[in-house]
């Protein structure tokens, strides 16, 4: 990765010199060394391409780089720096045909033999090894017909200089190309290669860098800031809760231990109880994001060990559906900011991973529970009033509705109380109900929720017909002592929402890097 | 917390109706008994006062509820219904005043024997237990001469119904007012009776209600808020890292060790290794907020097991100046933003823990370490070339600092390469230098950033050079194999730029809920 810094005055004495260099520079190896190429006698290409030294700020430069997205024919005749990744080189002849790769964008460069461009230069373009950071100046020009294979199609670089800022092992575990391969239903003969998900995440530095996990992650901050704005407009505030906690406090399974100095704590499997203590505490309106821990040994395309969870709490004056109809709102106004702001990753993702667009309807639907078991029954799924879903269920609930309503999105109310946790309120009206809801995306869940009980009493009542031991929850009951308003609220899984909106068959997928039962690793 | 649901028809009639009732509820308690306040013959107010049934979402009520900070002046006549905390009640006579608090904002409530209010009424009023959630319904009228002590000093309501929504325990562990009390000098003779932090703690539910505990989380939220609002104005993207990681990063000391399904996983200690990864995988700029944890036993008024951590990353071109321009002005916009819009909040503070308000230059200070060294050295303090600042003689040297240039934030530039961790890039012209930086708010270290060497051989020999086992960071190693731009960036304790903006003398007054080694309740 470093130059020579030597002039040697014939071939021979070059050669050399050459090693003489590659032994200095062996011993003194990311020494700062001149910015110098290798050199050839006779190369007129001299000073115009090279390994440049380890970028260690030694340097200021004022040079002006141009992002590949911007250039088109606008730029026709002028000259820029690109700095971008070597994604491949085709040379014939005297000529080299490079594809550079700025994130989601690919704009073609030339390297041609002429009178200030030597054989030499060109053969160096070529041998340059996939995936280095080269910097490139270049003329920017029209070409007659589109180039295919490249976003940038209408304009092509013609290269003046030609620099490697970080080389690339030449060996890659996977290569971009195929791992940004279409997987489209005709191709089901498997002559593409196509990279296997273990491979990618054991690998994830080069996987990440596809234009569709550029664009999964782009969406993926947006749905964060979307959340965000949305609730901060509707006079939510921030809070930061603790991940590790002195209880198992949702029921004690599924909990990671964690030493703590002498003695053990926990990893919390949700911010329900510090959010809860916000309300007890006047926040009025919740919100946080943050890493929530499960230690389930699911090894599903939906279960992760540790996720992302968008959690939000939220006091009401005297009915929870105020807090549904929040909530729901926030959906769709998520649904509809990344429908406007995200519309180029959507269609990024969808050529490689192709999906019907998400649906929606505004105001969401809300069914109650009994009707989506009516729903069910009617295609002879039987589920008992006390019953829960099931995840065939769910699947089957999500297309009868789908069918029905054209919603990709709906809100499902009033569960049976049996199969929800204790704090939940029961329905004031129909003791094998209760005030709670869960929403489906694609016909999976994306949100658990309900009205907390708010009351001491009845919450140790609740606990205790749950055969769960008061001693340990007494700090969750004891939090609503003091006075506490009604309130309500949910937990989203932010790599849920992702990957069924952009209707992925993989949570591993939207997870930057993944953590389940049997990877901790990268 | 549920009333009679029985009409008596004379006085004795009327106890024993209730003293049936009474039973009757306890054995049912909870259940939704109808909305009749405790009655007594003649009481004129029957029906416009007493407990409420529990809020179950039994009914839907129409009804506007005004938010106290709004009323003043422009409302008198006019009939509202507030839903606030009952913080005091003085009865004297026939009146009895009360004052109501929503969040940071308070106002007075007259409750006066009148025609349609009955003796009943006032004393059931003056026995509401404190921090009780009421819902009152009033006439807002003008009063002659200001309130002291209420936010809404120009009007008060004159009560027509008041109803309790939630009773608080009326043995409070801490009384609001003692935890609101102004900490001023002159008060060294401690005769006012005063919260003590463990105190406040153990009740933080309690604790959060004073209006500098609201005003505190709230510009917290807004610190975080501005962070991201800069940095995605500035082309970053927000990523998640984990937290389970498995092996400890940055050296080994100081992780907590988590029980992994059948093995062990740590905690990270910074997002450090994933956000650089995120850079080598073409995302350019990122930042992320979340929890960091270390396992430090240090006691102190400025560390905490987890905190959350503001983290960024941005690949540069030539020179990590770069970097550390784009933090400075992320800081001042910070700190502009919070002089702008949290105005309000940073007063309220200061009436409780009064400081000097925050200053700050544009564009930031940049210091040299050895300009730091020199100013130290010139008022008796001598620092080896090599050696690192000790926390007095930071806070020194930000004295020093606040005098010379009037800031109370600054970068210090260029620390010695021996006292940074191993993958921080060394200066290329002075051996015992290097590319990194801290930043300071009131003489405390905030920020710590560097360049890190993006070569994978470098990062070898330098890991070599500090003695730590390669085999144990190979993949840290081998994310900077397939090509990677040059970067740098920084981690930030939000909890501390809370805590030094407003001049807090202990973190754990902008923790939600902290955690330290003998801490992690509640």
């Known amino acids: 990765m470093s130059g020579d810094n030597e002039k040697p005055e014939s071939k021979k004495a070059a050669k050399k010199e050459q090693k003489k260099a590659e032994k200095a520079a062996k011993k003194a190896e990311h020494k700062v060394v001149e910015n110098k190429p290798v050199e050839q006698k006779d190369d007129v290409s001299v000073g115009k391409y090279g390994v440049l030294p380890l970028i260690t700020s030694e340097y200021k430069i004022d040079r002006q780089y141009s992002n590949i997205g911007n250039l088109n024919k606008e730029y026709a005749k002028r000259v820029v720096w690109v700095r971008a990744r070597f994604q491949t080189a085709r040379a014939r002849g005297k000529q080299c045909f490079i594809v550079m790769r700025q994130r989601e964008h690919t704009i073609q460069v030339l390297v041609n033999v002429s009178e200030s461009i030597s054989k030499e230069m060109v053969k160096f373009a070529s041998n340059i090894s996939k995936e280095s950071i080269v910097d490139i100046e270049g003329t920017v020009a029209s070409v007659p017909s589109e180039i295919a294979g490249c976003t940038q199609s209408d304009v092509e670089l013609i290269a003046s200089q030609l620099w490697v800022v970080s080389s690339s092992d030449p060996q890659l575990p996977l290569q971009i190309d195929d791992a940004s391969r279409p997987e489209k239903p005709e191709d089901t003969e498997g002559l593409n290669i196509r990279v296997k998900q273990d491979t990618r995440l054991d690998n994830r530095i080069l996987d990440l860098r596809t234009a569709t996990n550029q664009a999964i992650f782009k969406l993926e901050a947006g749905v964060c800031r979307l959340f965000r704005e949305i609730l901060t407009e509707k006079n939510f505030t921030e809070i930061h809760t603790p991940k590790i906690i002195p209880a198992a406090s949702e029921g004690g399974a599924n909990v990671f231990t964690v030493s703590y100095f002498k003695g053990s704590a926990y990893l919390a499997q949700s911010p329900q109880l510090y959010k809860q203590m916000a309300i007890a505490a006047d926040f009025d309106r919740v919100f946080t994001i943050g890493a929530v821990f499960r230690a389930e040994d699911s090894n599903t395309h939906r279960h992760l060990t540790e996720f992302v969870g968008l959690d939000l709490e939220m006091a009401f004056l005297h009915h929870y559906h105020e807090v549904v109809s929040v909530i729901g709102e926030l959906f769709t106004s998520i649904f509809k900011g990344l429908q406007d702001q995200f519309k180029a990753e959507i269609e990024t993702v969808c050529q490689q991973y192709p999906v019907e667009p998400f649906t929606f309807l505004q105001p969401p639907l809300i069914l109650h529970f009994n009707e989506g078991r009516k729903m069910l029954a009617e295609v002879g799924v039987e589920i008992g009033p006390e019953e829960d879903l099931n995840t065939p269920a769910e699947k089957l609930l999500g297309k009868l509705v789908k069918a029905k309503f054209d919603t990709d999105f709906y809100i499902l ?88 909106y952009l209707g992925l068959d993989n949570i591993r997928k939207t997870s930057m890097f993944p953590r389940d039962p049997k990877r901790i690793t990268p």
Do not use: W
Request: glycine share 10%; net charge negative; charged share 25%.
């Open 413 to 500: 109310d009033k569960y049976p109380l049996a199969v929800r946790p204790f704090y939940t309120m029961p329905d004031p009206k129909d003791p094998i109900s209760s005030n709670s809801y869960d929403m489906f995306m694609r016909g999976e869940e994306i949100l658990s929720g309900a009205q907390r009980i708010h009351d001491p009493k009845l919450l140790t009542e609740r606990a205790n017909h749950h055969g769960i031991d008061i001693g340990k929850i007494q700090s969750y009951i004891d939090a609503f002592k003091y006075g506490c308003p009604p309130h309500a609220g949910g937990g989203i899984g932010l790599e849920r929402v992702v990957m069924l």
